[in-house]
């Protein structure tokens, strides 16, 4: 198991949005926390892989983490939400999903580190909405 202290974190905004959850396994945002951790330790083995200049398996698997975070949090977010008032989000998480998997097939890390930003300011958005909606006295 990695130690997130000892490397880098690539979803800061979205591990913060969803810790929470961290001691209540019943919660419905626990598999999107656990899908962040996921992905956190996947882009953290990519991001080795780059500098290191190999082709290893962690650079081909982390599209799938992204894609199972991103799943996570759309099933959190709801079908209707997702698709209607949320799809503006759901165009920014695919968007940024589809530049960090060209950067990592081009080896670009420049690129690689700007779209986890997006990536994750993406995620952590719809956690976030979502969470405030769930928390309104209007829902």
């Known amino acids: 198991m990695a130690h997130l202290a000892r490397e880098p974190v690539f979803l800061p905004l979205t591990t913060a949005a969803t810790r929470r959850a961290a001691d209540d396994p019943l919660d419905p945002l626990f598999p999107v926390m656990c899908r962040t951790d996921e992905a956190n330790r996947a882009a953290a083995d990519c991001w080795a892989a780059m500098l290191a200049g190999c082709n290893s398996h962690s650079r081909s698997s ?19 939400w997702w698709l ?35 990536y994750d300011q993406a995620v952590a958005t719809v956690v976030v909405h979502v969470q405030n909606r769930l928390e309104s006295p209007t829902t």
């Open 62 to 80: 982390l599209i799938t983490r992204l894609h199972g975070l991103s799943e996570a949090a759309s099933i959190y977010a709801g079908t209707r």
């Open 84 to 118: 209607g008032h949320g799809s503006v989000h759901r165009k920014r998480v695919r968007e940024a999903e589809v530049r960090i998997d060209e950067a990592v097939r081009e080896g670009d890390g420049a690129e690689f580190a700007e779209a986890f930003i997006g």
